[in-house]
């Protein structure tokens, strides 16, 4: 059982920078695709980025060039860097944790934090 604590979410002028926490308890994190998904209101929620147990990033294209994500095995986290912020990522961030070990799949996610960016 994994359990996803995000944190860093908040109010933001269109252009600023937020920087998204999610913490892992459980084991075996460094083996896990980690990921950030969002969900707007009226809307499904989508992926933003993914970063494998390699290192290997992947970006919604709403998002290249402007989010970073990254992972410190050691810490058992995972961040979401934001730049040049726009209204439009205004959303419930969500973090996400999935695996296939011996033929089970293992998905879990976490709470949530709101993003809002606004003048």
């Known amino acids: 059982q994994v359990q996803l604590v995000e944190s860093g979410g908040g109010f933001m002028q269109p252009g600023g920078s937020l920087r998204l926490s999610c913490a892992a308890s459980g084991r075996d994190f460094s083996n896990y695709v980690m990921g950030w998904y969002r969900q707007a209101p009226g809307k499904q929620r989508e992926l933003v980025a993914t970063i494998t147990s390699g290192d290997n990033t992947n970006y919604a294209d709403s998002v290249k060039g402007r989010f970073t994500i990254s992972r410190d095995n050691a810490k058992n986290t995972v961040y979401l860097q934001m730049n040049s912020l726009k209204p439009e990522d205004t959303a419930v961030y969500y973090c996400?944790?999935?695996?296939?070990?011996?033929?089970?799949?293992?998905?879990?996610w976490g709470q949530g934090t709101q993003v809002t960016v606004s003048s």
């Open positions: 996400n944790a999935r695996r296939r070990a011996l033929g089970t799949f293992f998905n879990y």
